[in-house]
């Protein structure tokens, strides 16, 4: 072989080795470029589902937020409503109270009450001697009507008179005044009590509006709502 067909052969190798190269640069290209794809499809993905977790999770936290202050707003609306009840209510209270104030400056009417009060309390105790207590400004209707009231209990209970004294040192607290308007006061009424003051029968003005309202208070509330519904 001369040196012509030696040249020859290498040139046939050297094109074949590059020709090998060129076709494993570009199987590399390729696979480097699909692998590239891959990671860059699968990192787009990622990025895209943390985007929707993350708008899920706001989208919760603004429909958690907008639950609260909705419940927020309608507990506020139902105290009001509440709170509008019972001022009608106290107000309702406060006007009945009022009302038997007046019914207290009318000595015959004033007197009649004490007298039913007092046969009332006599009645429920049942006691043969009892202690009558009573604001000092009317001891002298009391005195007036309480042996009427004696014998009126006597003859519903089929009993003896019974012995009642007036307490003469302590008495009920005097009505309420503008100046004092936080000290203790009774708007009139009796107070009896067995004489060892075991057994007590608060039958004031103000004991029986409170038990009255008391017991009328649903009948009260049932007609508010009835009202606010229509």
């Known amino acids: ?17 590059l020709q090998e190269a060129d076709e494993k640069a570009s199987e590399i290209t390729v696979a480097a470029e699909e692998e590239f794809n891959i990671e860059k499809l699968q990192l787009v993905e990622s990025e895209k589902r943390k985007v929707r977790q993350e708008y ?11 639950k609260i202050e909705y419940s927020t707003e309608l507990n506020a609306a139902r105290i009001k409503v509440l709170q509008a009840q019972d001022d009608v209510v106290t107000g309702m209270k406060e006007s009945a109270g009022e009302a038997l104030l007046r019914a207290t400056k009318d000595a015959n009417t004033y007197k009649r009450i004490l007298k039913g009060l007092i046969v009332q309390s006599l009645l429920r105790l049942r006691e043969p001697a009892l202690v009558l207590r009573c604001r000092e400004a009317d001891r002298s209707l009391v005195e007036a009507v309480l042996e009427v009231a004696k014998k009126e ?37 009796v107070v009896l009590a067995s004489q060892d003051g075991k057994i007590v029968c ?14 009328k208070l649903p009948e009260i509330r049932k007609k508010l709502y009835s009202k606010e519904a229509s």
Request: hydrophobic share 35%; charged share 30%; glycine share 6%.
């Open 56 to 66: 899920e999770r706001k989208e919760k936290q603004v429909d958690v937020r907008r």
């Open 1 to 17: 072989m001369n040196d012509a067909d030696v040249g020859k052969q290498v040139q046939q190798m050297v094109r074949f080795i």
């Open 153 to 189: 209990y006597a003859e519903k209970a089929k009993v003896n008179l019974p012995k009642v004294i007036i307490d003469g040192k302590v008495y009920l607290p005097p009505q309420r005044t503008a100046r004092d308007s936080h000290a203790p006061s009774c708007s009139g009424g």
């Open 202 to 215: 608060d039958n004031t003005l103000d004991a029986r509006l409170s038990i009255s309202f008391r017991q």
